[in-house]
């Protein structure tokens, strides 16, 4: 079993990938839904941060810091920097925002450590469905003036339509600059449900909703 399919067979079972109907953030209602709020042990989310620094190394990707756009991201960047630190011996910085800027204490809307001018930052993200959550995170770090984004890592690409289209990443970064990757994407669950027909039903499912809302359609 290779890393991406772990990486679901640990999705299913942790109940973070499920079946049903979901109405999604951009309105589109899918067949299939990615709660990364069910990692809720500490092994869950060890583990989770261990796939996510792997695809980082794979991918060759340096960063001084790694963003996690509240609220989902938090524990992401920072069990993502965890792991970094503990497998490859990579110590980076960790950051989050808040929803609602502080106006007292050390104030302003990031926790941690604020990149600055000159450092590189990445994203880190659960899903990609039509790129809204990037733009948020990048109306935010555009803030920080000397400060790039060298790429986002997101668990799942759902290969869905952006605002046009395009693949919702490919816009993201055509629009932004800079790479985006995922540990896994659609096409990989769907390879992995398609090795048990008992999935048959999830899978047509799952191949009707890209007909109507991926990129070729």
Do not use: W
Not at 17 to 43: D, H, I
Request: aromatic fraction near 12%; include cysteine; proline fraction near 3%.
């Amino acid at each position: 079993m290779n890393y991406k399919e772990s990486f679901i067979k640990f999705m299913v079972e942790s109940g973070v990938l499920t079946f049903g109907e979901f109405t999604l953030k951009s309105g589109r209602k899918a067949p299939y839904f990615v709660n990364t709020g069910n990692y809720n042990t500490g092994s869950q989310l060890a583990r989770l941060g261990e796939y996510y620094a792997q695809c980082i190394k794979e991918n060759n990707v340096q960063a001084d810091t790694l963003f996690g756009p509240a609220y989902k991201g938090i524990p992401l960047a920072a069990a993502c920097s965890i792991a970094l630190s503990n497998k490859y011996g990579i110590d980076v910085h960790y950051a989050f925002d808040r929803k609602e800027a502080k106006d007292h204490g050390e104030g302003g809307v990031f926790v941690g450590y604020v990149p600055k001018a000159g450092e590189d930052v990445v994203i880190v993200e659960d899903v990609i469905t039509a790129g809204t959550a990037i733009r948020e995170s990048m109306a935010i770090l555009s803030r920080l003036e000397g400060v790039k984004v060298a790429a986002t890592f997101i668990m799942v690409d759902r290969k869905e339509r952006g605002k046009g289209e395009k693949l919702a990443m490919e816009e993201v970064e055509e629009e932004f600059g800079f790479p985006v990757y995922s540990v896994v994407d659609m096409y990989d669950i769907i390879a992995y449900l398609e090795e048990n027909p008992a999935n048959a039903e999830n899978v047509a499912r799952i191949r009707n909703y890209l007909a109507v809302n991926g990129a070729n359609a």
